[in-house]
């Protein structure tokens, strides 16, 4: 069965700087990959999303994601964060096409001024 | 604009009680969720349909019922029988029971038992 692991439960950065977001998953093929985020007390917003092709994804609010094979992973990057960025962010994975979406357990961004 | 409406946003119920949380879109979306939210825990499925008058349970489906009659609805029933119903319940769906586009969700309702 598929999953998805996200390693880190809070990440704190400070404004202006780079982040990433680390996601693994488990699947035997090649799955559908996608990030969401939440704000406080919100429901989910896809970010962007994974299926084949160019291994670099390109999202909305200037994030990416890159897939690696390799690694089983689709970690999420953003050059310079700003203080609306704060958010929690969710890593999911699709298998088969009939299967549901698997999310982690997310990852709580802070940011210092 | 398209999108699935959640309401209410803040629910209180005293314990034994059943009660409704509505989720409605207007997407025309063949494939719908309920997801329960705890703190810590991520996202766990409750419920899911992929067509009308047809549904499936999750993973945490015990204390729970859904119907899902008409293709823009899907409520989600709290039942008695749920041990710990204080949560904050998000509704999401998708053009069809695959995963090319994703879910869109709604903006959730959080229960509270008093």
């Known amino acids: 069965a598929q999953s998805v692991t996200q390693p880190d439960i809070h990440i704190t950065v400070s404004e202006g700087a780079s982040l990433e977001l680390r996601c693994n998953y488990s699947?035997?093929?090649?799955?559908?990959l996608f990030w969401y985020v939440q704000s406080p007390g919100q429901g989910l917003q896809l970010l962007l999303k994974?299926?084949?092709?160019?291994?670099l994804v390109q999202g909305i609010k200037g994030f990416e994601a890159e897939f690696k094979r390799s690694q089983s992973s689709f970690n999420l990057r953003k050059p310079s964060v700003h203080w609306s960025d704060a958010a929690e962010y969710f890593c999911a994975v699709g298998a088969n096409r009939d299967d549901k979406i698997i999310f982690g357990k997310g990852t709580r961004l802070h940011i210092l001024p | 604009d398209g999108g699935i409406t959640q309401s209410p946003k803040y629910l209180f119920r005293k314990e034994g009680q059943n009660v409704t949380l509505s989720c409605e879109q207007n997407l025309n979306h063949d494939a719908m969720y309920w997801y329960r939210q705890d703190p810590g825990q991520g996202l766990r499925l409750i419920y899911y349909s992929q067509i009308v008058n047809d549904f499936q349970k999750g993973d945490i489906a015990e204390g729970y019922s859904v119907s899902r009659e008409k293709k823009e609805s899907f409520p989600l029933t709290v039942t008695s029988a749920q041990k710990n119903p204080t949560a904050f319940y998000l509704c999401a769906s998708s053009v069809d029971a695959g995963n090319n586009y994703g879910y869109t969700f709604g903006s959730g309702t959080r229960l509270t038992v008093v």
């Open positions: 699947y035997g093929a090649t799955p559908y």
């Open positions: 994974y299926f084949s092709g160019d291994t």
